[in-house]
């Protein structure tokens, strides 16, 4: 079945650096634009990042610009994001979700993984 | 940036009661309108896109309304399973902004 599954999350230290990645089943990978979508605890959905279909377009919300890296393996059905410099308040649940289209043209987000749990604490 | 606004934050009503949800933009966004249902614990689902398009397996009690700056979610008839903490997002261009939400309870 079409499926997305997380990894990587963890407990790191202000500073320090973490990469998240999404492994996509069930779908054909590399004809979807991808999304990173955080939710701090209690709080509201915020979006992260997209990247096209083909890795050529990405774009960043304002709060992790300069400090996230989204990229694509399509070779491997995979997402990922690079986050540097992390901060108390990227202390988040780190979802990956699928566009409904190639991510050129933005559209809704119709399939979302479980989400990997990011804390940033010393 | 455009900012998505979205009331009440919070709603409580009994089952069968006829449930609506505003979302405003701050710029017009045409149709590039969805909404989510978040139950608590559980990860976001779609259930509309292009405002009023509903998703496919999503039952036909919600609906969407709206266009440019001024859109509706509707559920005609509550029932205790919608339960959630529903958004809606713009997604015309980026950032592709979620709304605060709004946390939908049952008297």
């Known amino acids: 079945q079409v499926q997305l599954v997380e990894s990587g999350g963890g407990v790191v230290q202000p500073g320090r650096s973490l990469r998240l990645s999404c492994a996509a089943s069930?779908?054909?990978?590399?004809?979807?634009?991808m999304h990173w979508v955080r939710q701090a605890p209690g709080k509201g959905l915020e979006w992260v990042a997209i990247i096209s279909y083909d890795g050529s377009n990405k774009y960043y919300a304002d709060s992790v610009k300069g400090r996230f890296t989204i990229s694509r393996d399509n070779s491997k059905n995979s997402l990922y994001v690079q986050m540097n410099s992390l901060r108390p308040e990227d202390t988040a649940v780190y979802y990956c979700a699928r566009d409904r289209g190639n991510g050129w043209d933005h559209d809704a987000f119709d399939i979302w993984g479980q989400g990997t749990m990011v804390t940033v604490s010393s | 940036d455009i900012q998505m606004t979205q009331s009440p934050s919070s709603l409580s009503a009994s089952v069968g009661d006829r449930v609506t949800i505003t979302c405003r933009a701050s710029q017009g966004i045409s149709n590039y309108l969805a909404w989510y249902q978040q139950k608590p614990g559980k990860v976001p689902k779609l259930l509309i896109y292009?405002?009023?398009t509903l998703q496919s397996g999503v039952p036909s009690r919600f609906s969407g309304s709206g266009s440019g700056t001024d859109f509706t979610l509707t559920i005609s008839s509550l029932q205790p399973e919608d339960v959630a903490t529903y958004y809606c997002?713009?997604?015309?261009?980026?950032?592709?902004?979620f709304g605060q939400g709004t946390r939908l309870e049952i008297k």
């Open positions: 997002q713009k997604y015309n261009s980026a950032p592709l902004t």
């Open positions: 292009a405002a009023s």
């Open positions: 069930g779908f054909t990978f590399s004809r979807y634009g």
